[in-house]
């Protein structure tokens, strides 16, 4: 007699037992000997040493290059500095920057745009 509860008349219990079998029959040295799951974990322990150490190194060569780059940038920017300032005591006046038109540029803020009038021509 056959239970209809028993869990190995599910399909999904069958096609697992079928797996097994297939899975066993590709391996025919049966289970893994001992000394080589051994040789295979210190494999892999090693491997994950290795790649932390490696990266630690790569780490302490960054922090170690980062007052260079600092330098380097500040350099950088000290010369953009330089390269953007107004000649003070140069006998040039200052001018605003013009559009195509002849016009000088409007200028903009972060909280909008402002345009001065004069209310004196108002009275």
Known sequence: MSDSNDPRNNAAWR???????????????????????????????????IGTVIGLVFLLIGWAMLPFLRRRMKKRMEAMRADQAQDIGGGQAYRE???????ARDHQVLEGDYETRDDRSNS
């Open 15 to 49: 096609a697992a037992q079928q797996w097994q079998q297939r899975a066993r029959q590709a391996r025919p040295g049966g289970h893994v000997s001992g000394i080589k799951l051994l040789f295979t974990w210190l494999f892999f322990g090693v491997m994950m040493i």
């Open 97 to 103: 920057p013009r559009s195509g038109d002849g016009r």
